[in-house]
């Protein structure tokens, strides 16, 4: 079942388009989608996703289970960045381990996305709740990161603004806007969100395309900042994602007993974030590379969670 899932997540058409935005750039051909259309894209995935979970958990009964779900995510996503911050140290210095804990310690929304395609695939499902649940793990981290940041080293003036680096990471546009979203799917009356709906579902999957393939340009286009760091970093960003989804996938079922749910924990535990972390790093970490974090949490971490992570994610679930 692992050999076809990895087949599945291959032939996967947004998953082709990726691979396209890659080869789109070692040609060096003028492919190229315009910066607004791109920000359009990222804007409506964060939408829809939220809207969705927000209409499915509008049918769910708030009990311990989606508390404790919460609170889990939550948990993990201030937990992560503070144990790989002290690993990535071994290497690198302290804005670099900082941006690079946050990414890690953060979700990838497109991630979540090939997730709940793969439980499809098994004809299984998750919990609306799961989608509040991610949008909660997109600030803790960054919070953390830029905590660490400022104790072991920042620049007096990093350390002056803390509170309004704070401030942004908890009212970043990437979160207010999902977790706008998942309230307004959740509060809206039934009826009228079906006027909604075919905007938030059909043509989710092509929208996803373009924006998978934009993402392959600009991994293409920064590998090559990231090979001086040299194959240390990329040895990270296969072992620490695989090693924090099969943990994750392991003692979720203390939070959870649903095999979906607990699938969902573990890709978002594995996941490195690559839209809401830059943004907040870039005013926390100025001297962090963007050039590191940014190709590691694409280029590498993703592919490796849909091609390897998922389907062991899946298998200790399930057993």
């Known amino acids: 079942m692992g050999v076809q899932e990895m087949l599945y997540n291959l032939s996967n058409p947004t998953i082709l388009f990726f691979l396209l935005g890659v080869i789109a750039v ?6 190229e989608i315009p910066a607004s259309s791109s920000k359009f ?31 889990f995510g939550l948990l993990l996503s201030a937990f992560i960045p503070l144990y790989t911050y002290y690993i990535l140290r071994l290497k690198l210095d302290v804005q670099n381990a900082a941006a690079v ?26 919990g609306g709740h799961m989608v509040a ?28 603004r803390m509170g309004s680096v704070v401030k942004h990471a908890l009212t ?40 998978l393939l934009e993402m392959g340009m600009v991994t293409a286009r920064r590998f090559s900042a990231f090979k001086q760091y ?13 090693v924090n989804g099969c943990a994750v996938a392991w003692c979720s079922q203390w939070i959870t007993a649903d095999v979906g749910n607990r699938f969902i924990f573990s890709v978002l535990a594995a996941s490195a974030s690559y839209i809401a972390v830059p943004a907040a790093m870039r005013l926390a970490a100025p001297k962090a ?27 200790i679930v399930s057993s």
């Open 26 to 31: 070692l040609l060096k051909s003028d492919l």
């Open 41 to 71: 894209i990222s804007l409506y995935l964060l939408f829809a996703i939220g809207f969705k979970g927000g209409q499915e958990l509008s049918h769910e009964v708030l009990n311990a289970e989606i508390v404790f779900s919460l609170l």
């Open 101 to 126: 804990a946050a990414a890690y310690g953060s979700v990838s929304a497109v991630t979540f996305v090939a997730a709940m395609s793969t439980l499809e695939f098994h004809q299984l499902s998750s």
């Open 133 to 160: 649940v991610m949008a909660l793990m997109e600030s803790p981290a960054i919070v953390v990161g830029v905590a660490l940041l400022t104790y072991y080293g920042g620049e007096p003036r990093t350390k002056m």
């Open 172 to 211: 970043n546009g990437s979160v207010l806007l999902i977790l706008g979203s998942l309230l307004i799917g959740f509060v809206a009356d039934e009826r009228q969100a079906e006027g909604i709906k075919p905007f938030a579902t059909d043509i989710f999957k092509g929208f996803l395309a373009l924006f």
């Open 230 to 242: 040299g194959g240390w970093m990329t040895v990270f960003g296969i072992v620490i994602p695989l």
């Open 289 to 315: 590379d963007p050039g590191l974090y940014v190709p590691m949490a694409l280029g590498i971490t993703f592919p490796v969670n849909l091609t390897l992570g998922m389907p062991i994610y899946f298998e």
